[in-house]
């Protein structure tokens, strides 16, 4: 059974920085695309980021790019969203989310269930 | 960047009803297209993809039509488990937007 758990989510102030975490089980993780994907308070799903098999491709939100960046540890089975010059706007819940397939083009099948992000001063 | 155009954005419907939802591609998507579901308080689910590929599980009532660049789910006879929001999702070309949502509630 796919697994994903997310972690890392916190309070933070304007300008500060936080990195998310996203521990996957359960299927051959280097086989497949993973994906952030964020909703805001009451809000819609949001693309963030996306991270091919091998790390090769990468794609980001243009309200995010720039300021944050995904990557992955195949060895350990692990995502990472590094965080920096956070915004208020960046308030959300985070989900991660597993590809269908090794590039960034398929669609999510299976998803963690988030980690909130808050971002006040 | 491509723009996903999703009607309506609120529906109330019965159990039983026939629903329909779309979602309009500024350009063309081929089949790069998903649709998922999201029940309140849970993660997203994904219930179509490739355009019309259901996924294990999904039940048959759920379905898919396309005109140029109109996709449309539909679902032929609404269950209570049914009730939820819906968003479609284009996987052409970057950003991968999804649509603005389609909540459906009970009447």
């Known amino acids: 059974e796919v697994q994903l758990v997310e972690s890392g989510g916190e309070w933070a102030q304007p300008g500060r920085s936080l990195r998310l975490s996203c521990a996957a089980s359960g299927f051959i993780f280097d086989d497949y695309a993973l994906h952030w994907v964020r909703q805001a308070p009451g809000k819609g799903l949001e693309w963030v980021a996306s991270?091919?098999?091998?790390?090769?491709?990468?794609g980001y939100a243009d309200t995010v790019r720039g300021r944050f960046a995904v990557s992955r540890d195949n060895a350990k089975n692990a995502l990472y969203l590094q965080m920096d010059s956070l915004r208020e706007e960046d308030t959300a819940l985070y989900y991660c989310?597993?590809?269908?397939?090794?590039?960034?083009?398929?669609?999510?099948?299976?998803w963690g269930l988030g980690t909130l992000v808050t971002v006040s001063s | 960047d491509i723009q996903l155009t999703q009607s309506p954005s609120f529906l109330s419907a019965s159990v039983g009803d026939r629903v329909t939802i779309t979602c309009r591609a500024s350009?063309?998507?081929?089949?790069?297209f998903a649709w998922y579901q999201q029940r309140p308080g849970k993660a997203p689910k994904l219930l179509i993809y490739?355009?019309?590929t259901l996924p294990g599980g999904v039940p048959s009532r759920f379905s898919v039509s396309r005109s140029g660049g109109d996709f449309s789910l539909i679902i032929s006879s609404l269950q209570p488990e049914d009730f939820a929001t819906y968003y479609c999702?284009?996987?052409?070309?970057?950003?991968?937007?999804f649509g603005g949502g389609t909540k459906v509630e009970i009447k």
């Open positions: 490739g355009a019309s």
């Open positions: 350009q063309d998507i081929n089949n790069y």
């Open positions: 989310a597993k590809g269908g397939g090794s590039s960034t083009y398929y669609y999510y099948d299976s």
């Open positions: 999702q284009q996987l052409k070309n970057y950003p991968l937007v």
């Open positions: 991270i091919s098999w091998n790390s090769g491709a990468r």
